[in-house]
C-alpha cells in the first residue's frame, strides 16, 4: 500500500518547458490551474495576499482533492510589504486518546498500514481554523466572498485533467475498500480528461462553513458527521477533540544565507530550521564555481544534508511537547562544524554521523502555493492531507476526505514512516501533540527586500527540493521556471542513498560519484515546486513545476 501512495505521484504529465510568465500586479502559482485563477480573480477584486490564500486553500479542497483538504492541515508563511513576519500552524494534531504505541502490535512492532489508511490515521484536522485566523488577523474581503468559488466549484463539478483521470481510475478499489456505500470519486471506474466531478456533499459542508466559520466545523453538523465515520471504523477523533483544536500563530524562523534572508517555518515543521541548517552548511564553498550539479557540488549538497536529517530524527517534534534546541541547530558555527571531518575522496558512511549534542544550556533555548498582491505582501503555504487522498476515508455526509498524518509521527522509535524518516522521543505519538512535518513554505529577501517566495509537497524530499531550488537561483543563476523543473537528488541520512531524477548528473558525475561510494538510486515522482521571483523592477516572474498540473497565474 506505501507503494500504492508512491504510485499515485507517478500519474504525472511530462514536462512541458514553458516560457517564463511575467506579471506586474499580483500573482499565484498553485497546484491547480483552476485554484490558481480563483486566487488572482481575488486578488483582482481587491483582496490581498492572505485573502487570495484563503480562496485558494478552499478551491483546492474541491478541485485538487488528492491533496488539497479541509480534512488536513498545513503551515502558512506571510511577510507583509511593512517587512512583518508571520508564520501560521494549522498542523493537525493527535487526538485525545491517542497513545504512544497505538499502532504497535502486542510485541511492539508497527501494524503494517495502520496509520496510513482508514479512520485511525487520521490526526484532528486543521485547515478551516487556519483560515478562519489567517482571515482574522488579515482579511480585507469577506470570509462569505472567499468561499463562494469553491462552494459552486463544488456544486456544478470542474472537468478533471489527466492526470486526475489516472489517479482516480487508480484509486477507485482504495477509495471502495474505506467507502463502501460510494462517494463522489467512485461513480465511475474509469475516469477520462474532461470527466465532471461533482461534489454535491462536499459544497453542502462548505456552505456551512462559510455560514458558520469555525463552528460550522468544529461543532454541530460536520463535527458529528466526522464523529460517527470514526464510529464505522476504528477511529478516535472525538467531538472534544474538534471542539479543542485551535491553530497556532508562531514567530517564523530566519537565518541568512549571503545577501538573502530566509524566512520559514518553525516547529512542528522540521523544514525551516533544516532548510537554514542545510544553506548554513554549503555557505563557505564556491558552489557557483563548481557549478550546477558537478560532482564537488552534489557531494557537499549531498554530506550537508546526511547530517542536517541525522539532527532531525533527534531533535525535532512539536515545540509544544519537546524542547526543541532551534538556536543551536540554526547557529551557523554549529553547521560549518558539523560539515568537518570531511573527505572529496569518500563519502561520510551514515553509519559515522549521529545526531549533533548540544550542552545543556543550549538545550533549554527552545520551533501548497505561492502568492504575491500588487502591494507586495506575500504568502506561501504548503497544505496536505500526507499521502495522496490521505486516509482514504470520505467522511459521509460531509463529502471530505480525512487525512493520514498521523504516520508522520516516529510510530516506534527507529521505525520508518511512509517517506523512509525515521526518529525517536522528540517525534513520538502523544495526546493534542502535532506530528513532526518537512513542509517547508519560505519566503525570501534579498538585501531586505522582497525575493522569492517557495513551496513544494513531496514528504522529506520537500526540504531538498526547497533547497535545491534556491541554490538554483541563487548560485546557478538559473531562471525560476528553469529551477523549479530542474531535475533533483535527496539524501535524508536513512536509508544511506542518493535518491535522483532519471535525468540528474551526467554519466561522468555518476561515474565519480558512485566511485567514491555513493549510493546512486534512481526515483520518480517529485515534489512539484511552485515559485514566484520579485524582480528588481518589482515584476513577478512565476515557476510552476512541468511535472505536475502546476499553474502560474498573474495580471
Ligand atoms: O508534513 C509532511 O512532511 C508530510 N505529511 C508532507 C506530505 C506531502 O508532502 C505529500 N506530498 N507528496
Known amino acids: 500500500m506505501k507503494n500504492h501512495i508512491l504510485f499515485l505521484f507517478l500519474l504525472l504529465p511530462i514536462p512541458i518547458f514553458a516560457q517564463n510568465p511575467v506579471y506586474k500586479n499580483g500573482m499565484v502559482v498553485s497546484a491547480h490551474p483552476i485554484a490558481s485563477e480563483i486566487g488572482t480573480d481575488i486578488l483582482k477584486k481587491g483582496g490581498n495576499a492572505v485573502d487570495a490564500a484563503v480562496a485558494v486553500q ?140 461533482v461534489q454535491k456533499e462536499l459544497s453542502r459542508t462548505l456552505k456551512i462553513i462559510q455560514k458558520k466559520g469555525r463552528n460550522g466545523f468544529y461543532k454541530g453538523k460536520i463535527a458529528s458527521l466526522i464523529v460517527d465515520e470514526m464510529k464505522t471504523g476504528n477511529g478516535i477523533i472525538s467531538l472534544e477533540d474538534l471542539k479543542n483544536y485551535q491553530s497556532v500563530w508562531r514567530t517564523p524562523v530566519t537565518g541568512e544565507y549571503k545577501d538573502y534572508t530566509i524566512i520559514s517555518m518553525p516547529p512542528p515543521s522540521s523544514g525551516g530550521i533544516a532548510l537554514i541548517s542545510l544553506l548554513h552548511s554549503v555557505e563557505g564553498f564556491p558552489l557557483n ?8 557540488t552534489v557531494q557537499i549538497m549531498v554530506e550537508a ?156 524530499t520537500i526540504i531538498t527540493s526547497v533547497f535545491q531550488t534556491i541554490l538554483n537561483v541563487v548560485e546557478f543563476d538559473k531562471t525560476i521556471q528553469e529551477a523549479v523543473a530542474a531535475p533533483r537528488f535527496h539524501h535524508q541520512w536513512l536509508p544511506d542513498e542518493v535518491l535522483m531524477d532519471k535525468t540528474s548528473f551526467s554519466d561522468s558525475v555518476r561515474d565519480i560519484l558512485t566511485q567514491r561510494g555513493y549510493k546512486l538510486t534512481e526515483r520518480t515522482p517529485w515534489g512539484r515546486v511552485d515559485a514566484i521571483l520579485i524582480k528588481e523592477d518589482g515584476s513577478l516572474e512565476g515557476g510552476a513545476d512541468p511535472r505536475g498540473d502546476d499553474h502560474v497565474s498573474g495580471f
Open 58 to 197: 478552499f478551491a483546492l479542497s474541491v478541485v485538487l482533492p488528492i491533496a488539497g483538504n479541509i480534512g488536513g492541515g498545513g503551515f502558512l508563511v506571510y511577510r507583509g510589504a511593512d517587512g512583518t513576519y508571520a508564520a501560521l500552524d494549522y498542523r493537525e494534531k493527535a487526538p485525545g486518546a491517542a497513545t504512544e504505541t497505538m499502532y504497535l502490535d502486542q510485541n511492539g512492532n508497527p501494524v503494517n498500514h495502520m496509520s496510513l489508511f482508514g479512520q485511525l490515521a487520521a490526526g484532528v484536522p486543521g485547515t478551516v481554523d487556519g483560515m478562519v485566523k489567517a482571515h482574522e488577523k488579515y482579511g480585507k474581503l469577506s470570509w462569505k466572498e472567499l468561499l463562494q468559488p469553491a462552494v459552486d466549484l463544488a456544486e456544478n463539478g470542474f472537468p478533471v485533467t489527466e492526470a486526475q483521470a489516472r489517479e482516480f481510475t487508480f484509486s477507485h478499489s482504495t477509495f471502495q475498500k474505506w467507502n463502501p456505500e460510494g462517494t463522489s470519486f467512485t461513480i465511475k471506474k474509469e475516469w477520462k480528461k474532461g470527466d465532471i466531478l
Open 289 to 296: 564555481e563548481w557549478g550546477f550539479q558537478s560532482d564537488s
Open 305 to 460: 544534508e546526511r547530517r542536517v536529517y541525522a539532527d532531525r530524527a533527534e531533535h525535532l517534534g512539536d515545540p509544544d511537547f519537546y524542547n526543541v534546541p532551534q538556536e543551536a541547530l540554526i547557529r551557523k558555527e554549529n553547521s560549518l562544524k558539523r560539515m568537518m571531518p570531511f573527505s572529496f575522496d569518500r563519502a561520510t558512511p551514515s553509519s559515522e554521523i549521529s545526531a549533533s549534542t548540544f550542552s545543556p544550556k543550549e538545550k533549554e533555548e527552545t520551533t501548497h502555493y505561492s502568492i504575491v498582491d500588487k502591494d507586495g505582501n506575500a504568502v506561501s503555504v504548503t497544505t496536505t492531507l500526507n499521502g495522496g487522498f490521505g486516509s482514504f476515508v470520505v467522511v459521509k455526509g460531509a463529502g471530505f476526505i480525512l487525512n493520514n498524518e498521523m504516520d508522520d509521527f516516529s510510530v516506534k522509535p527507529g521505525s520508518p514512516n511512509m517517506y523512509g524518516l525515521v526518529g525517536g522521543k522528540a517525534n513520538a505519538i502523544g495526546p493534542g501533540k502535532r506530528m513532526l512535518s518537512s513542509m517547508t513554505p519560505t519566503i525570501l529577501e534579498k538585501n531586505g527586500k522582497l525575493f522569492m517566495v517557495v513551496r513544494t509537497p513531496g514528504g522529506s
